[in-house]
């Protein structure tokens, strides 16, 4: 069961504004990444359903962040189907998250009062997500769909619309300071807030100042 309500997962991503995006099959690496994003600042945290058994990970994560890092909003991503959707509530999802929209996962999610942001690329899509009750919908992949420019033309005949955005963004103050003063609500940050020599290295100092700089980028650049 979800340790925090739908409520409190929107408002968390709206406040802080970034959502660190990580798959690891090791769960001590995946528990190490987790905890250098929290120190870091950072309250909502996206595990990506990609690997093979990916699902006993994030049941370790889960279990392991009530005590280690008990602020942090857990939740899963790349889910494409209704049953995976299920699959990860019952272990404890605060929120999913997925490349597409599908419908069905709607229906579970909302039976269960868990967030769901599904995966748009166009005006039609984004529209659809809302009338099915998405309250933050996520724009993938957003640097190829137009990058900010796309954004801010969705926000002018859609004012209410809050947009997440993942692919594309960068942890840099150009990057972040596009996308924030285009209108997203928050961004969605995989690789490139994890490179592969630091993750290799174990530098879990690097990330926890990454996530502190992107922070503090996004504070300054968010609209109110």
């Not at 340790?3 to 968390?12: A, N």
């Not at 929120?95 to 229906?107: A, T, Y």
């Not at 967030?115 to 190829?144: D, M, R």
Request: proline share 6%; aromatic share 10%; charged share 20%.
């Amino acid at each position: 069961m979800a340790r925090f309500s739908r409520i409190e997962v929107y408002r968390m991503m709206i406040d802080t504004g970034l959502i660190p995006v990580f798959y690891h099959s090791d769960v001590e690496i995946t528990k190490q990444v987790v905890k250098a994003c929290y120190k870091g600042g950072v309250r909502v945290f996206e595990f990506t359903n990609r690997g093979d058994f990916a699902q006993d990970v994030f049941e370790e994560v889960v279990k392991w962040a009530e005590k280690e890092c008990p602020e942090m909003i857990l939740g899963v991503g790349s889910i494409v189907d209704a049953p995976t959707a299920a699959l990860y509530i019952q272990l404890g999802t605060n929120f999913v998250v997925g490349p597409l929209l599908n419908p069905d996962i709607f229906k579970v999610c909302n039976r269960r009062q868990i967030a769901y942001s599904p995966g748009c690329a166009t005006t039609t899509e984004i529209g659809y997500a809302q009338e099915l009750g998405a309250e933050i919908v996520k724009v993938f992949p957003g640097g190829n769909v137009g990058g900010p420019s796309f954004v801010k033309s969705i926000k002018g005949p859609m004012p209410w619309s809050k947009i997440m955005v993942t692919g594309g963004v960068e942890p840099t103050e150009e990057n972040l300071s596009a996308w924030f003063n285009a209108g997203v609500t928050c961004v969605g940050i995989g690789s490139n807030l994890f490179p592969k020599e630091i993750i290799k290295n174990q530098n879990w100092d690097a990330i926890t100042e990454l996530c502190k700089n992107c922070l503090t980028i996004i504070k300054k650049n968010k609209k109110p």
